[in-house]
């Protein structure tokens, strides 16, 4: 029979890890409910000359016998991973103003079985005089992406670039092309500026007891992106010890000189469409504790990012 000591430390790990287990649950059922839209996804490979770059478009998607490809490879739809929901990855070629399919790998891992283009019979119909696969079923935009990633979104193609190029294709041919470069005017984070604007004011009103909840979104910006109003709301008025006009004034006068989301310049203009963030303020003392040693460690650069090396930490302290 265990000691007492050991078998309690025995159930203390059992009870860690099955935690660790219901997350990591929890997470894999999240992604498969909100499938690619969740997740900020691998892009096509396009070859313009010899210079490889990311296409952000999936001209395969509208092939006419894309449902006879799908069941002619199955792993299609069994080798797939969070950042490639469509399971495969297009290669590509952009020559003499031509978009051409040169092969496709199936599924997300480089191992996995390559179709090339011009052996498989079901593309026959767009085979060229020189036997590639002309993409003659496509009609649409692609944007090609190059340069630093200006702001990650986690969510389809949505992430921003430093340079884009959108080449519009009728029936396989280039038919347009616009150039954009890209910047980030306001840069935030969401998780820091929420921990300091609680630090700051559990600094100015320690009083203050119970959890609130902020909303902000960027009002207007000036000519060159800057941030100039915010609009904060706050929801769960139903703490009397919190006086709701004073938290207002202090959150909107550390918000605007703290923003925690971007403002981003994409595609010729500022786009405001995730200047926004919500958040909670936890006054309870011990939350309020936890919270402030996490903002530490994120100061001091301690915080890894990892969860379950972060939460390792947290046990030793």
């Known amino acids: 029979m265990l000691a007492a000591p050991t078998y309690i430390r025995q159930l203390t790990y059992l009870f860690k890890y099955m935690k660790h287990i219901f997350r990591f649950l929890t997470i ?30 999936c001209p395969l998607d509208r092939f006419e016998k894309f449902d006879q490809f799908e069941k002619k490879y199955p792993r299609m739809r069994t080798d797939l991973c969070s ?30 079985a390559k179709v090339i283009a011009r052996n498989e019979p079901l593309f026959d119909a767009h085979k060229t005089t020189d036997g590639r696969i ?20 986690h969510m389809g193609f949505e992430s921003v670039f430093e340079h884009e190029d959108i080449y519009t294709i ?3 041919m280039v038919t347009g092309v616009k150039h954009y470069d890209n ?41 060159n992106g800057n941030l100039k109003k915010i609009d ?46 919500t958040f909670a303020l936890v006054f309870d003392k011990e939350q309020h ?10 100061q001091e650069g301690q915080y890894t990012g990892n969860t379950y090396e972060d939460e390792e930490e947290e046990d030793e302290e």
């Open 28 to 57: 894999i059922l999240i992604a498969v409910s909100l499938k690619a839209n969740a997740t900020a996804q691998f892009g096509e490979v396009l070859f313009i000359d010899t210079t490889r770059y990311s296409m952000r478009a």
């Open 134 to 153: 002309l993409a003659g079923w496509y009609s649409g935009e692609v944007s090609v992406a190059s340069g630093e990633l200006v702001n990650y979104v």
């Open 183 to 223: 910047k980030c005017t306001v840069k935030g984070d969401d998780t820091r500026t929420a921990l300091e604007l609680e630090q700051y004011i559990a600094g100015v009103h320690p009083e203050y007891t119970g959890k609130i909840v902020v909303s902000v979104a960027a009002s207007e910006i000036d000519q």
């Open 170 to 172: 009728d029936n396989g």
């Open 83 to 112: 950042a490639l929901w469509r399971g495969y990855i297009g290669y590509w070629q952009l020559q003499d103003n031509k978009l051409y399919l040169d092969s496709i790998q199936i599924g997300y891992d480089s191992d996995t």
């Open 232 to 277: 904060v709301k706050l929801r769960d008025n139903t703490n009397k010890d919190i006086d709701t006009d004073e938290l207002r004034r202090l959150a909107e006068e550390f918000l605007l000189k703290n923003p925690p989301f971007s403002i981003i310049y994409v595609r010729g203009e500022y786009d405001l469409r995730f200047a926004h963030c």
């Open 289 to 298: 504790a936890q919270r402030m040693k996490f903002l530490k460690r994120i």
